[in-house]
T-cell receptor, first 114, second 115 residues
């Protein structure tokens, strides 16, 4: 089955370090989403790309977070410098934004910043 | 995107039907109703979606009221593995807008299936 692949699955890092999370969307999907999930806030949309162009990143803290799609098979979410409050599960999702197509989620990257 | 209202939690006996309600009274004509669920420690999993008509697939049925202001997800024979958080989402499909195609999650309903 086609699936969204995320790496790393788990990451523990020290405050101040750079963290890069990677996502391989399902082949042929033209839309990629980054979500963050915490107990307090639930699932929040951070950024949203269509055809590799950022469409909406209003949910992302701009001072330390950045999201890019270097090519159609790779999306990255970078945090620099990381802080303990960034500890969360980060989900990538992909889909086709035409008609009513489904969005599929990866298994998440579990980030702990100490 | 239209907001949704779901009960915070529900219980269901194994083998019985689980009926999960969702209110979306401000839904607009081009917005679909989607249901996802999230089992502990996993990514959200797509269940079903619909626009106006009732829908059924191998996982569940979706019943949408005629005025489209509410819907019900039905798991016909719930099992212990159906214990999860269920999210009802209204997805904007207005082409050209920044909300186009986004899924905005609420708090969902925690469904507990017990033996």
């Amino acid at each position: 089955d086609a699936r969204v692949t995320q790496t790393p699955r788990h990451k523990v890092t020290e405050m101040g370090q750079e963290v890069t999370m990677r996502c391989q969307p399902i082949l042929g999907h033209n839309t990629v989403f980054w979500y963050r999930q915490t107990m307090m806030q639930g699932l929040e949309l951070l950024a949203y790309f269509r055809n590799r162009a950022p469409l909406d990143d209003s949910g992302m803290p701009k001072d330390r977070f950045s999201a890019e799609m270097p090519d159609a098979t790779l999306a990255t979410l970078k945090i620099q410098p990381s802080e303990p409050r960034d500890s969360a599960v980060y989900f990538c999702a992909s889909g086709l934004v035409s008609g009513n197509h489904t969005i599929y989620f990866g298994e998440g990257s579990w980030l702990t910043v100490v | 995107d239209a907001k949704t209202t779901q009960p915070p939690s529900m219980d269901c006996a194994e083998g019985r039907a689980a009926n999960l309600p969702c209110n979306h009274s401000t839904i607009s004509g081009n917005e679909y109703v989607y249901w996802y669920r999230q089992i502990h420690s996993q990514g959200p999993q797509y269940i079903i979606h619909g626009l106006k008509n009732n829908e059924t697939n191998e996982m569940a049925s979706l019943i949408i009221t005629e005025d489209r202001k509410s819907s019900t997800l039905i798991l016909p024979h719930a099992t212990l593995r159906d214990t999860a958080v269920y999210y009802c989402i209204v997805r904007g499909m207005n082409a050209g807008g920044t909300s186009y195609g986004k899924l905005t999650f609420g708090q969902g309903t925690i469904l507990t299936v017990h033996p």
